[in-house]
């Protein structure tokens, strides 16, 4: 079973940034994608952003220029560096991995920004 253990969340001001990070533990055969969910309170849990195995990326249209994902293979990482937040980011972020065939996901950590 693989384990997804995420860090970094907090409290910030709108403007700052914030860097969440997510790291997988467990026996580990294959990596695909990882990325970040969000889900804000009322709201349905949207896909913010995923970085394959070769690094391609993509991102929600919301915070495209402002969040970047990236990951480290060998220490099967993946993080989310966070700019110029705002409000709306305000959710509680779940990292998701595509390891050994299934997905495994993080027990999810909150972001909050003040306007």
């Known amino acids: 079973q693989v384990r997804l253990v995420e860090s970094g969340g907090g409290l910030v001001q709108a403007g700052g940034s914030l860097r969440l990070s997510c790291a997988a533990a467990g026996i580990i055969v294959s990596v695909n994608a990882m990325g970040w969910y969000r889900q804000a309170p009322g709201n349905q849990r949207e896909l913010v952003a995923l970085?394959?195995?070769?690094?391609?990326?993509n991102y929600v249209d919301s915070v495209k220029g402002r969040f970047t994902i990236s990951r480290e293979n060998a220490k099967v990482t993946v993080s989310l560096q966070m700019n110029s937040l705002k409000p709306e980011d305000t959710a509680v972020y779940y990292c998701?991995?595509?390891?050994?065939?299934?997905?495994?996901w993080g027990q999810g950590i909150q972001v909050t920004v003040s306007s």
């Open positions: 998701y991995a595509d390891t050994n065939t299934l997905r495994s």
């Open positions: 970085i394959t195995s070769r690094g391609i990326t």
